[in-house]
Structures are given as C-alpha cells and as structure tokens.
C-alpha cells in the first residue's frame, strides 16, 4: 500500500481494483472481471517487456475493472499489444469490443471460427439472449461493441505470437466449444485453457486441494473432442493451468483424469436420458446429483445451500448443452 492517505474517490476505486489483481509471477496478473460474483471470472493479463497481453476480458462491464489494473501497474495503455480471446462466450470475449475502443495499439487475437462473430456480433446476441433471455442478457452482458476486422487477427492450430521476447502458442482446442483455443506460454510453462479445463472455483477447494468439473455450456459441447483437448494440453506437461473460471491450479494429472471420468459420466447421463419425454428434467436432476456426489467424495466442507450459491448457475448450463448435445448428435 502507499504511504498516502485515502482521500480521492479515484484512488479508492483504484485500490480496490488492485485489492481483485494477483501477481502469479512470470509476469502473469489475474484481475477479478467482477462478473457474477468475486473469484467467478478471471482475466489474465501477461507483461513481457514493455508490452501487455490480455487472455480473455468478462464482459463490457469489466473493462473499467482491466483499465485500473493496467494503471496500477503503471502500464499505459498504449502497451497492450494483444487482446486475446480463447473462445467467443460472452464472459471471455463480451468487452473485448469495448475495450479495443480503449486501447489504441491492441490486436484482437481469436480462433478463426470466432472472428466473424467479433467483427459482427448480432449471431453472438441471439446466442446468448436464446439462452438468457433478451433482459437477462442486456443487464447482465451489456452492450457488445463490433470490432474493426483490420485490428483482427485469426490464430489457427499452432500459430505463435511474439510477445516481447515471449512465445505464445496457439492451440486449436475444440470440445466446449468449436471457437476455442488455449494459448501455452513458454517463458512460464502455463496453459491459458479458457474453459476447456473444466471449472475450478476456489471456494469449492477442501483439504484435498482444488475441485475441477466441467464445463458443457450450449452449443457445442462434444465429450470425446473434449477429452481429446484436455490430453492434448496435458501432453505440453504444464506447471500450471490458468482457468478463466477461476485462474491457476495445479496437481495437473489429478485434475485431468478428474474432469476425464466426470466428462464421461455427463455423456452416459444425457445417452441414459435422451429419447425420454422428461429428459430436461431427468438431465438437471442427474447432474445435480453427479456434481454433488464429486464435491462429496472430494470431501467439501460446504453445506447444501453453499454448493448450490456456487454451481447452481453451472448444473443449469451444462445440463442445457448436454440438450444441445444430444439435438445436434441425432441431426448428425
Ligand atoms: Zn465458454
């Protein structure tokens, strides 16, 4: 803390910006998007140098929270080079317009199947408001801002980005969703998996260490290229995953075969349900009772209410894109 005294209303807002940053080393910062609730939704910011990355932003209402993160740590803004998206939802790329608009030297960097949806995002708004609701959605992704398709750059499987000195690396990573990569960071041996690796909410944490589960949110969820991803990411041997939803874990092997059963017990519970008139029902039911179950065995401290405050948002995605799942799978 400086040694000033608290006086202005912009310092205030300021240090509780900073009191919602963590310093990970190697450069890496987490900052609180404040979406939803505290320790919900992170953005990473990455400083090499005198340059700045963003990997993923919260929504439109996030970006004041991410400019007084750069200025707490002095960076101007003229220093973010990059404004990286690891996959189109809404709660990792919904400010990215927005905040390009602030940040005049910035590139935003997407998969190439979520570009077209960043420079026009009205596909993007019946999406969410399909799932939301046009109210829900309105307050709480706000307004989403296009992005100029000059200031766009696709990076498909393995593409690299030079940081400064620093290497990131693109990889094409589908199974939540066919828009989605993670980006591997050499110079700290990390992984920024969006949401290909599952949840981990620190408060769902016990004495055995950080509970996982998946993420399975509408539309293309896809079990076995899930899987595929997350082996495919464990493969790169990282000291850490740094998750959107919510920053860095570690005991990798652990995790990863945690989210490789529970994927698959998600699959079984939606092949079980489908083609039965209750199946909704049947399917909100049924992973409630899985996701329970996990955080019981993984002996959570927490009590009922507690667990569903936490991830009762999340049983209501995952056992509507287990739905979506098994629509499209009968389509072909
Ligand atoms: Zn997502």
């Given at each position: 803390?400086s040694?000033?005294?608290l006086?202005?209303?912009a310092?205030?807002?300021?240090n509780?910006a900073?009191l919602a940053?963590?310093?990970l080393?190697?450069g890496?910062?987490?900052?609180?998007?404040?979406?939803?609730?505290?320790?919900?939704d992170a953005?990473?910011l990455?400083?090499?140098?005198a340059?700045?990355a963003f990997?993923?932003?919260?929504?439109?209402?996030?970006?004041p929270?991410?400019?007084?993160a750069?200025d707490g740590?002095?960076l101007p803004r003229a220093?973010v080079?990059?404004?990286?998206?690891?996959?189109?939802?809404l709660?990792?790329?919904?400010?990215?317009g927005e905040?390009?608009?602030?940040?005049p030297?910035?590139?935003?960097?997407?998969?190439?199947?979520?570009?077209?949806?960043m420079?026009?995002?009205?596909?993007?708004?019946a999406g969410?408001t399909?799932?939301?609701?046009?109210?829900?959605?309105?307050?709480?992704?706000g307004?989403?801002?296009?992005?100029?398709?000059?200031?766009v750059?696709?990076?498909?499987?393995?593409?690299?980005?030079e940081?400064?000195?620093?290497?990131?690396i693109f990889?094409?990573?589908?199974?939540h969703a066919?828009?989605?990569?993670?980006?591997?960071?050499?110079a700290s041996?990390?992984?920024f998996?969006g949401d290909?690796?599952?949840l981990?909410?620190?408060?769902?944490a016990?004495?055995?260490g950080?509970?996982v589960?998946?993420?399975?949110?509408?539309v293309?969820?896809?079990?076995?290229?899930?899987?595929?991803?997350?082996?495919?990411?464990?493969?790169?041997?990282p000291q850490a995953?740094?998750l959107t939803?919510?920053?860095r874990?570690?005991?990798?092997?652990?995790?990863?075969s945690?989210?490789?059963?529970?994927?698959g017990?998600l699959?079984?519970l939606?092949?079980?349900a489908?083609?039965?008139?209750?199946r909704?029902?049947?399917l909100?039911?049924?992973?409630?009772e899985?996701v329970f179950?996990?955080?019981h065995?993984?002996g959570t401290?927490?009590?009922?209410?507690?667990?569903d405050a936490?991830?009762?948002?999340d049983?209501?995605?995952?056992?509507?894109?287990l739905?979506?799942?098994l629509d499209?799978d009968r389509?072909g």
């Amino acid at each position: 803390m400086s040694g000033r005294t608290l006086g202005a209303r912009a310092d205030l807002g300021q240090n509780a910006a900073m009191l919602a940053t963590s310093d990970l080393g190697h450069g890496i910062h987490a900052i609180d998007t404040g979406f939803v609730r505290p320790h919900f939704d992170a953005s990473h910011l990455v400083v090499e140098g005198a340059e700045a990355a963003f990997v993923d932003v919260g929504t439109t209402a996030s970006v004041p929270r991410l400019l007084a993160a750069l200025d707490g740590l002095g960076l101007p803004r003229a220093a973010v080079a990059y404004v990286i998206v690891t996959h189109v939802h809404l709660d990792h790329a919904g400010g990215a317009g927005e905040l390009l608009r602030l940040l005049p030297q910035a590139r935003l960097v997407v998969h190439p199947r979520g570009a077209r949806h960043m420079i026009d995002p009205t596909k993007l708004w019946a999406g969410v408001t399909a799932v939301y609701g046009e109210e829900k959605a309105r307050r709480d992704y706000g307004t989403l801002v296009p992005v100029d398709p000059a200031r766009v750059t696709e990076a498909p499987d393995g593409f690299t980005l030079e940081l400064g000195s620093r290497r990131l690396i693109f990889l094409d990573t589908p199974g939540h969703a066919r828009h989605h990569f993670c980006v591997w960071d050499e110079a700290s041996r990390s992984m920024f998996t969006g949401d290909t690796f599952g949840l981990a909410y620190p408060e769902l944490a016990s004495a055995r260490g950080a509970f996982v589960m998946p993420t399975t949110t509408p539309v293309q969820f896809e079990p076995e290229a899930l899987v595929a991803s997350i082996d495919r990411l464990v493969d790169y041997a990282p000291q850490a995953m740094l998750l959107t939803h919510y920053s860095r874990v570690t005991e990798i092997e652990r995790l990863a075969s945690d989210l490789r059963r529970q994927i698959g017990e998600l699959a079984a519970l939606g092949r079980a349900a489908d083609g039965k008139p209750d199946r909704a029902l049947r399917l909100r039911e049924g992973v409630r009772e899985r996701v329970f179950g996990w955080l019981h065995d993984h002996g959570t401290p927490l009590t009922t209410d507690e667990i569903d405050a936490l991830v009762s948002l999340d049983i209501e995605l995952n056992a509507q894109g287990l739905e979506a799942w098994l629509d499209r799978d009968r389509r072909g």
